[in-house]
């Protein structure tokens, strides 16, 4: 099998979602690239545990001897509110309202399961402080995970709308192209905001009528949240052949949690 490079969409702490997709799509790390677009946390019950299983994934790159951009992974909203809480104390009522408080918990355990030693967070702290703010491939495929300036790109957008931004996706919807990238692959926005209609690409997957689970492409633009932290699907992509593979619906892998 040759190398591949895998987006994966936003997580929001479905690690038995993550764990399968990588399963599925045979995943082989000492070939493989991942690139995570953001959101690992805030959702499902077990965020402290993505955190912790990306982190160990890391260390096996690096014990394999390969390039650290073996495993790009880019900030998210919800992770820059983790990132302020682990630093700071600070937990906005925003990030609360929004998924915050399950996180808490999840982190509660794993402080607990480490004797509440606060040095257990350290490795914590460093991945979220070391999140990429957007990721760029030599073939000018773009990573970003809300959105971009159609014009000036991801280098050219403030870092508030690159975690924060839906004007681009809905722009993209509405036919416009993102001239400065050959392609962008965002999340953020789940593909679960649209319905499906019978002169839809996804109406090949999708019945008319239900929720789009499924990777959305616009222009040059592919959304990649499927509905992950909403009960929908976590999915896994290759950025070349676009071939795709996905979790179960999350809620059913987390039956006694809400997600989102």
């Known amino acids: 099998m040759q190398a591949r490079t895998l987006v994966i969409g936003d997580v929001h702490g479905g690690l038995k979602a993550l764990i399968q997709v990588l ?26 545990g993505v955190v912790d299983y990306i982190i160990k994934l890391k260390e096996q790159i690096k014990d394999l001897k390969r390039h650290e951009d073996a495993i790009i992974c880019i900030e998210g909203n919800h992770d820059g509110w983790l990132r302020e809480f682990l630093n700071m104390g600070v937990a906005q ?9 399950t996180t808490l918990e999840s982190y509660t ?31 000018d495929q773009a990573f970003v995970h809300a959105g971009c ?30 001239n400065a990238h050959k392609e962008v692959f965002i999340g953020h926005t789940t593909t679960m905001a649209n319905i499906c ?13 239900d ?21 929908g699907k976590l999915t896994i992509m290759d950025i070349n052949t676009k071939e795709y593979w996905q979790s179960d619906f999350v809620k059913d892998l987390y039956p006694e949690a809400k997600g989102r």
Not at 23 to 46: H, Q
Not at 93 to 101: I, R
Not at 116 to 131: G, K, Q
Request: hydrophobic share 35%.
């Open 23 to 48: 399963d599925r799509c045979a995943y082989n790390i000492k070939k493989d690239n991942l690139i995570f677009v953001g959101d690992y946390v805030d959702g499902w019950p077990e965020s402290a």
């Open 93 to 101: 009522p925003d990030w609360l309202q929004n998924g915050g408080y």
């Open 109 to 139: 355990a794993f402080w607990a399961d480490n004797d509440n030693d606060p040095r257990s967070l350290d490795a914590h702290r460093a991945f979220l402080t070391a999140l990429h703010p957007y990721y760029v491939t030599n073939k």
């Open 149 to 178: 300036n159609r014009e000036e790109g991801v280098a050219g957008t403030i870092p508030y709308l690159r975690v924060w931004d839906r004007n681009m996706w809905k722009q993209v919807l509405s036919g416009a192209k993102v």
């Open 197 to 209: 209609k019978a002169h839809y690409p996804e109406a090949d997957v999708i019945k008319p009528g």
């Open 211 to 231: 929720r789009i689970h499924v990777p959305m492409n616009r222009q040059n633009v592919w959304n990649v949240d499927t509905g992950g932290g909403w009960g």
